[in-house]
């Protein structure tokens, strides 16, 4: 088999090449592999704003400023006061720059970047992924709607007091896979009006009335008859992990004594900890092994017949869940999202920074 060399381009070369094509080749290069695209970045200003969107694959907003940067490379440049020859600042369709997960962690009070996002809005049309505010959510429904927006992962978490939510939006159509803090409806839509619901993940804090710890449960119930399409209904319990190994627990004793009285089927699963929203969004957006998995694992941990190795297991879970919190304090910093995910009646903790116009505390 005759083999031929790979072709080299040289430098008289690569300098006579049109503006347009050697655009099209560092394209080509930035699609092709992620590594070359950071290191183009590094060539100039004008070849990192060209490549830099297809680097955007996650994202994760928490600021204004980071909103205005992060649409920057998509919008078109200002017109030059002088024509030119070519046009290498022509800029792409936004859709070429698909974003597959996409967290909006915005103070709702700050200036408004509902314009900014519309703008750069077609790169979200293949988001997969998404989580926001129930107040983000009401304040950029317009765009949502507008582009078409149709996640199927769909993570609701909230600072302060969880606000219901109108689940008959048309951007919660193809959603199979709900983590969220609340069940309220807003105009008394519920989970029953997502049609593609699959798997609700549904997290809490494990100190509880007796009476909202029945109600929960009956909610549940209700909705494993009238849903038949959810395979998995997880109560992740807000539980302090011991260190390496498993304690009794008083809210864990009192919530199994309610489940004993609820007639649930294999439907529904226990999972006695919770993560980290920020890291459970982590898990999602890296498409890793997210609550449902976890909720699998302490089943099957249950059902095992060993005793001895039964409680090794846990222990080794229960380890787990402790290193991953303490090495989250040890990076998080203090605009680390508030995504706790814990929803309960009458919710007290402490009052929100100012700066996000809420409170965690009910009047």
Request: charge should be neutral; include cysteine.
């Amino acid at each position: 088999m005759i083999t031929y060399p790979e072709p080299i381009l040289r430098p008289e070369i690569w300098g006579n090449l049109p503006v347009e094509l050697v655009r099209e080749i560092f394209v080509a290069l930035a699609m092709a592999d992620r590594t070359d695209a950071k290191a183009l970045c590094l060539v100039s200003k004008s070849i990192r704003r060209l490549v830099l969107p297809f680097l955007y694959h996650t994202i994760l907003l928490r600021n204004t400023e980071q909103v205005v940067a992060f649409a920057a490379p998509f919008l078109p440049r200002r017109p030059p006061p002088f024509p030119l020859s070519s046009s290498p600042s022509s800029s792409r369709p936004v859709a070429s720059f698909p974003v597959y997960s996409l967290a909006l962690a915005v103070p709702a009070k700050r200036p408004s970047i509902e314009h900014a996002l519309d703008s750069v809005a077609g790169a979200f049309t293949k988001v997969l992924n998404l989580a926001i505010t129930a107040p983000l959510l009401g304040a950029h429904a317009f765009w949502l709607r507008k582009h078409d927006i149709r996640p199927t992962t769909f993570m609701l978490y909230h600072h302060g007091l969880p606000k219901p939510i109108n689940f008959r939006e048309a951007y919660f159509s193809q959603v199979t896979h709900l983590h969220t803090s609340t069940l309220s409806g807003f105009h008394s839509s519920s989970l029953r009006d997502l049609p593609a619901l699959t798997h609700v993940a549904l997290m809490i804090r494990a100190t509880q009335q007796e009476s909202v710890m029945f109600e929960i449960i009956c909610i549940m119930q209700d909705l494993l008859v009238d849903c038949r399409k959810i395979e998995m209904i997880v109560l992740s319990l807000d539980l302090p992990a011991p260190r390496g190994q498993e304690a009794e627990c008083y809210d864990l004793t009192r919530w199994n004594m309610v489940l004993r009285f609820a007639s649930l089927n294999q439907r529904f699963f226990l999972l006695p900890y919770t993560r980290r929203a920020r890291l459970e969004w982590h898990d999602i957006a890296s498409n890793r092994s997210d609550v449902f998995s976890r909720a699998w694992e302490w089943r099957a941990i249950e059902e095992e017949q060993d005793v001895r190795l039964k409680e090794m297991k846990k222990n080794k879970v229960w380890e787990r869940v402790y290193m991953e919190e303490e090495a989250f304090v040890k990076w998080s910093d203090e605009y680390e999202w508030d995504l706790d995910l814990k929803q309960a009646p009458g919710y007290a903790h402490q009052k929100s920074d100012a700066d996000w116009g809420d409170t965690d505390t009910r009047e």
